[in-house]
């Protein structure tokens, strides 16, 4: 850790000095550029609300897709159950 630089004494501004970096003005610009965030404009909400909505139809579309298809495979569907059945090997009693 650097040791902190403490000055004693030390010598005072002059009204100047003071004066001279006493500029309102550069401070009002800087406050005005920053008065209104990124998150308080409207094309952020635009953005955002366009960005949900086309990540909730991905995943939507793309788990009904899944879903389809793990169907498809399925050996329990409906049509598939009586396939099972008459492949199987009868047993012989």
Do not use: C
């Not at 650097?2 to 500029?23: C, G, H, M, Y």
């Not at 009002?28 to 008065?35: F, I, Q």
């Amino acid at each position: 850790m650097k040791p902190k630089k403490i000055i004693l004494n030390r010598a005072e501004f002059s009204t100047i000095s003071i004066q001279r970096r006493q500029d309102f003005n550069s401070i009002l610009t800087h406050v005005e550029l920053l008065k209104n965030p990124t998150m308080k404009r409207p094309w952020f909400y635009g953005a955002v609300g366009f960005s949900s909505i086309a990540i909730a139809a991905f995943n939507l579309t793309y788990n009904t897709h899944l879903n389809e298809k793990n169907d498809q495979k399925s050996t329990l569907k409906s049509g598939n159950i009586q396939q099972v059945i008459e492949k199987e090997p009868k047993s012989i009693h």
